[in-house]
């Protein structure tokens, strides 16, 4: 049947992506009632600055990708000494954020 191949090389694809193979095969549907909490293996941050910039490093020589206010919850992923690099979840955007303008982190 043309277009067999391709069905079945999208499904290998996107076994491999969803790292879902390793379960024996067996493929993990959404429940019928979604959780609204979210997990994070990360720690999260309280923005304390009134209109805090978003950079594309650790610097201030840096571009601004986006702006966030006091009160914004932010996940750490990384960072320097003055500097996190944080997630936005509602912006889709990995960017870095000055230290000093949060608080409720600290990284080791």
């Given amino acids: 049947m043309p277009g067999t191949k391709a069905v079945g090389l999208l499904a290998l694809i996107i076994c491999f ?18 959780s609204t909490e979210c997990h994070s293996a990360w720690n999260t941050v309280e923005v304390t600055g009134s209109a805090v910039n978003l950079r594309a490093g650790p610097g201030t020589e840096y571009a601004v990708l986006a702006r966030v ?3 914004d919850t932010l996940q750490v992923t990384g960072g320097t000494s003055d500097w996190y690099r944080v997630y936005v979840p509602d912006m889709s955007l990995f960017a870095w954020i000055y230290s000093r303008l949060t608080t409720g982190t600290e990284l080791p």
């Fill in 17 to 34: 992506a969803g790292s879902g193979c390793g379960s024996g095969g067996a493929v993990s549907t959404p429940s019928d009632s979604p």
């Fill in 69 to 71: 206010g006091r009160g």
